[in-house]
């Protein structure tokens, strides 16, 4: 039946408001997840804020944060025995075979790492957890009534496992700066008093410092920082000395773990 010039109008208004709501829902669940990433944390507490906010986006009714090895650090019992195989290739091969995007966007070009695979009742989702080129883990979901779910819904869901990521990975490198100093009261105490004396208003680092500061949190070299700012990677090298000298610290660790003491940085 052909359609008039009025009905495809319809249509076409019809499929930009349905694309709309779609994107919107994909911000909100990025927004969502950042405000609980502000909130006081330990590790378990990022992975379960990402898990909590990527299974209704999905349609999961149950989910799992999986270490590299595939061990259950978080969920109820353990995924389904049919993932076994493709949970045990795990995103490890994957990543260190091809260097993932340092900055995803939401655009259906890029190709997701989030995959999908059908279950006998339902189907399973595996959203890769990484700080940088770096992969900790990754979330496992799976339900009966699993969304279909487009390029772009996987790669919100790609961004998503990169801010877990990046704030279980600052965490982790807070915790082996403080192990790395003894005794570690001494190592806390000067952090305090340093914080007291400095803050984030004081123009200590520039906006450019930050910007570096914040991908230094996430665990990424130089070339990395380089590539991911439109920067050479020499260009990154010296910004990051300049931060250690500007705050005093010996490393990239000290440098990390103080910019989120003084609010320089977001976890």
Do not use: Y
Not at 95 to 106: A, C, N, S, V, Y
Not at 225 to 237: F, H, M, S, Y
Request: aromatic share 2%; proline share 7%.
């Amino acid at each position: 039946m052909k359609l008039s010039a009025a009905q495809i109008t319809q249509e076409q208004g019809a499929c930009r408001v349905s694309r709309d709501v779609a994107d919107a829902a994909r911000l909100r669940l990025l927004a969502d997840l950042s405000r609980d990433l502000r909130r006081p944390l330990d590790e378990r507490g990022v992975w379960e804020a990402g898990l909590r906010r990527a299974a209704p986006f999905c349609g999961a009714d149950r989910g799992w944060g999986l270490d590299l090895r595939g061990r259950v650090l978080l969920g109820r019992g353990a995924p389904p025995p049919e993932l076994h195989d493709w949970l045990a290739q795990g995103a490890q091969a994957r990543h260190t075979e091809e260097p993932r995007p340092e900055t995803p966007q939401l655009a259906p070009e890029i190709e997701p790492w989030t995959e999908a695979r059908p279950l006998a009742t339902g189907a399973a989702l595996r959203v890769p957890v990484s700080a940088g080129a770096r992969v900790l883990g990754s979330l496992v979901l799976t339900g009966p009534e699993l969304r279909d779910l487009g390029p772009e819904d996987r790669t919100a869901l790609d961004v998503l496992g990169a801010q877990v990521g990046a704030a279980a990975q600052l965490l982790r490198l807070s915790a082996e700066l403080a192990r790395s100093v003894r005794p570690p009261l001494l190592r806390r105490a000067a952090l305090r008093a340093r914080a007291g004396r400095l803050s984030p208003d004081s123009a200590l680092l520039t906006t450019r410092e930050r910007e570096v500061l914040t991908l230094v949190s996430r665990g990424l070299s130089n070339p990395e920082i380089g590539a991911a700012l439109g920067i050479r990677a020499g260009t990154a090298k010296i910004h990051v000395e300049r931060i250690l000298s500007k705050l005093g610290v010996a490393d990239r660790m000290g440098a990390a773990a103080l910019g989120l003491s003084l609010g320089l940085i977001d976890a």
